[in-house]
């Protein structure tokens, strides 16, 4: 795949993130795009899966040559942050409604990223890391605070429930 394709590619994942105000957040989202996602709780592979479905969509949507395609998918390692927020993010819509990149956006917030605009500095790169690892690693609250779900009134330890199970859990909080 060419440079334009990579790029094209990680500018269509973040043209699905519905940022607020006039701050951009490229540095982010590169990192992001960089952080390979790894899941540690089962069934959450099926998030993963969800995140590497969109490198099929974005094939389909575009001109590029499958082979090319194909091959440059086969050298990334896995699932990136920036995939996983993006099919989760639909994933949400689906299932509470609203608008993907609004709620891309809010989920983002709960992971506390939001004061993450550009430009980084080490510091902003510290925390970032430091969210990611969190994130990745469920070593965020029990209650979610610092994942992509956080309770007020959680029944559970959320750091060892699968995403999708936090996700309808957060979604029936916020219903009630």
């Given at each position: 795949?060419?440079?334009?394709?990579?790029?094209?590619?990680?500018?269509?994942?973040?043209?699905?993130?519905?940022?607020?105000?006039?701050?951009?957040?490229?540095?982010?989202?590169?990192?992001m795009?960089n952080?390979?996602?790894?899941?540690?709780?089962?069934?959450?592979?099926?998030?993963?899966?969800?995140?590497?479905?969109?490198?099929?969509?974005?094939?389909?949507?575009?001109?590029v040559?499958?082979?090319?395609?194909?091959?440059?998918?086969?050298?990334?390692?896995?699932?990136?942050?920036?995939?996983?927020?993006?099919?989760?993010?639909?994933?949400?819509?689906?299932?509470?409604g609203?608008?993907?990149?609004?709620?891309a956006?809010?989920?983002?917030?709960?992971?506390?990223?939001?004061?993450?605009?550009?430009p980084?500095?080490?510091?902003?790169?510290?925390?970032?890391?430091d969210?990611?690892?969190?994130?990745?690693?469920?070593?965020?609250?029990?209650?979610?605070?610092?994942g992509?779900?956080?309770?007020?009134?959680?029944?559970?330890?959320?750091?060892?429930?699968?995403?999708?199970?936090?996700?309808?859990?957060?979604?029936?909080?916020?219903?009630?």
């Amino acid at each position: 795949m060419t440079n334009q394709t990579k790029l094209d590619y990680y500018l269509w994942l973040t043209s699905q993130i519905a940022t607020a105000g006039s701050r951009t957040y490229h540095d982010l989202f590169e990192r992001m795009h960089n952080i390979e996602f790894v899941w540690i709780v089962p069934h959450d592979d099926n998030r993963l899966q969800d995140a590497l479905a969109l490198r099929g969509e974005f094939v389909n949507h575009t001109n590029v040559p499958k082979r090319e395609a194909t091959h440059f998918f086969r050298e990334m390692s896995g699932a990136t942050a920036l995939e996983v927020l993006v099919a989760l993010s639909r994933r949400v819509a689906f299932v509470a409604g609203g608008d993907s990149s609004r709620w891309a956006w809010k989920l983002m917030q709960n992971l506390r990223l939001q004061k993450m605009s550009d430009p980084f500095d080490k510091s902003k790169e510290n925390r970032t890391r430091d969210i990611f690892d969190a994130l990745i690693w469920r070593t965020y609250e029990k209650n979610g605070k610092g994942g992509f779900f956080p309770l007020q009134f959680p029944e559970e330890d959320q750091t060892k429930m699968e995403i999708w199970s936090q996700m309808n859990l957060y979604v029936n909080e916020m219903r009630d």
